[in-house]
């Protein structure tokens, strides 16, 4: 199983192209660097790029939900009506298509940040509005908050 980690920033081209930064790039398997699906998040104003794999296992789970439920079906056909299929360049630069970029608030900078299986493609903006960046103690308010009962689990 893989685990993302750390932040890029990075600029976005006129024509929507973003380069992968080399650093980002070394965590993708050998074989998995080139192709990846890139969609809207499900609950926060990002995208989510996924590596085949991990768009598999995504699949695997949405799968799982009754498509004769019309909630379902309604989630199931949004959802897979934003995905797309990505390929990098020789340049490893990834096109992100303007829908998504519009969704998300995009313009000429993005932020990649690590989600543990996948990347967030954020605005910079966004992420600071939404994170609230400025403040360390609301993270370690968190960190508390979420941790506390992970030792006595039973794991």
């Excluded at 768009?55 to 995905?83: H, M, S, V």
């Excluded at 298509?97 to 998300?104: D, G, N």
């Amino acid at each position: 199983m893989t685990e993302f980690t750390g932040k890029f920033l990075c600029k976005v081209d006129a024509k929507g192209r973003v380069m992968l930064p080399a650093a980002m790039l070394k965590q993708f398997t050998e074989g998995r660097r080139d192709h990846f699906v890139l969609n809207r998040s499900l609950f926060t104003r990002c995208l989510d790029l996924y590596t085949t794999d991990s768009w598999q296992k995504r699949t695997d789970d949405i799968r799982k939900l009754d498509p004769y439920d019309p909630e379902n079906d309604r989630f199931i056909r949004q959802f897979y009506g934003t995905a797309v299929h990505v390929d990098l360049d020789s340049a490893k630069r990834m096109l992100l298509p303007k829908q998504l970029l519009e969704l998300s608030g995009i313009t000429n900078e993005i932020l990649f940040s690590a989600n543990l299986e996948n990347f967030e493609i954020w605005s910079p903006k966004v992420y600071d509005e939404v994170h609230g960046t400025s403040d360390p103690n609301a993270f370690y308010s968190l960190a508390s908050k979420v941790m506390k009962g992970i030792r006595n689990s039973g794991s």
